[in-house]
């Protein structure tokens, strides 16, 4: 048996300072905050994935999407070395202008954050570099 990664998207969603945030209701990482996202679908576009998700995860249509860069999502190991997950995740950053979030899909609660109301969130690995990247291609 052939094992290999899935293939994910991740999305920075901004509305001026603010960054939209899901709270995991699945495994793995469940209860942590993170970007929306999830798997890209089969003859599905990334972009087209990091549109839906977002949609799905928190009921807002996401625009001005850029592509920031790929990143490995490896799980722990088990006892014979497997890694329990791999995914790959293309990690992008859009703009939602309008809307209220809605936690939907495999998310608990959505909402969007200011800078200053991110300080003792559980979040997944990295998502604060996550978070400067996304804010850093937005930027005027």
């Known amino acids: 048996m052939t094992v290999r990664p899935s293939l994910g998207v991740s999305v920075g969603v901004w509305r001026g300072d603010k960054v939209l945030l899901v709270k995991r209701g699945t495994e793995p990482l469940k209860g942590a905050w993170s970007f929306p996202g999830g798997r890209v679908e089969w003859g599905e576009r990334s972009d087209a994935a990091a549109v839906r998700e977002v949609l799905e995860e928190t009921g807002l249509q996401v625009s001005a999407l850029s592509f920031l860069y790929p990143l490995d999502f490896i799980g722990p190991r088990d006892s014979a070395g497997l890694a329990r997950w791999h995914t790959l995740l293309l990690v992008y950053a859009g703009r939602c202008e309008e809307g209220v979030p809605m936690a939907g899909d495999d998310a608990d609660e959505a909402a969007f954050f200011a ?25 005027p």
Do not use: C, F, Y
């Open 115 to 139: 800078p200053d109301q991110l300080k003792g969130l559980e979040m997944t690995p990295g998502l604060m570099n996550h978070i400067k990247a996304s804010r850093a291609v937005l930027s």
